[in-house]
Antibody
Framework: EVQLVETGGGLIQPGGSLRISCAASGFTVSSNYMSWVRQTPGKGLEWVSIIYSGGSTYYAGSVKGRFTISRDNSKNILYLQMNSLRAEDTAVYYC??????????????WGQGTMVTVSS | DIQMTQSPSSLSASVGDRVTITCRASQSISSYLNWYQQKPGKAPKLLIYTASSLQSGVPSRFSGSGSGTDFTLTVSSLQPEDFATYYCQQSYSTPRTFGQGTNVEIK
């Protein structure tokens, strides 16, 4: 079964760090584009970061320099390292396979999400 | 960044109704437009990719059209399981951006 399962969310103080994980089954993370997307009640869905199969990474301006996307090919896991966390980073974080249709892409498989709350 | 604007923000409809949701991009995105459905407490689900291609397993009552800056998602005959929030998303450029969502409620 093709599946993504996120773990690692929780309550963290402003300025703190947290790493969330996304374990994939049924397909190979390193052979696909993989993204993180977050959702807040006030701002809806926001794309956060992508890692391409070749290893290139890109980030939203709001997290650039603070967040790092990576993967462990041997474990088939995607990570998001989040540093210098702010209250506005509070959201449900989803990992999503970003399927390459050739000349376009879309988030075709999503995890169940993990909640990250930044608060003192 | 490309801004995506959906209309309406919410609508009320009855089972069997034909429903159309519009998405407008702040610049031309060719056909690089995807549609998602999200139910409360669940992750979004891909319905349509590249403006008009139906994702595998999605009922044929869902269809998409448009190119350039203006796009539509149509549900030909609304079913009880279709009451949800719908989002458009552009895949033309990075950062990928989403519309604000359209909540389809039961009338």
């Amino acid at each position: 079964e093709v599946q993504l399962v996120e773990t690692g969310g929780g309550l963290i103080q402003p300025g703190g760090s947290l790493r969330i994980s996304c374990a994939a089954s049924g397909f190979t993370v390193s052979s696909n584009y993989m993204s993180w997307v977050r959702q807040t009640p006030g701002k809806g869905l926001e794309w956060v970061s992508i890692i391409y199969s070749g290893g290139s990474t890109y980030y939203a301006g709001s997290v650039k320099g603070r967040f790092t996307i990576s993967r462990d090919n041997s474990k088939n896991i995607l990570y998001l390292q989040m540093n210098s966390l702010r209250a506005e980073d509070t959201a449900v974080y989803y990992c999503a396979r970003t399927y390459d249709y050739g000349d376009s892409d879309a988030f075709d498989i999503w995890g169940q999400g993990t909640m990250v709350t930044v608060s003192s | 960044d490309i801004q995506m604007t959906q209309s309406p923000s919410s609508l009320s409809a009855s089972v069997g109704d034909r429903v159309t949701i519009t998405c407008r991009a702040s610049q031309s995105i060719s056909s690089y437009l995807n549609w998602y459905q999200q139910k409360p407490g669940k992750a979004p689900k891909l319905l349509i990719y590249t403006a008009s291609s139906l994702q595998s397993g999605v009922p044929s009552r869902f269809s998409g059209s448009g190119s350039g800056t203006d796009f539509t998602l149509t549900v030909s005959s609304l079913q009880p399981e279709d009451f949800a929030t719908y989002y458009c998303q552009q895949s033309y450029s990075t950062p990928r951006t989403f519309g604000q969502g359209t909540n389809v409620e039961i009338k």
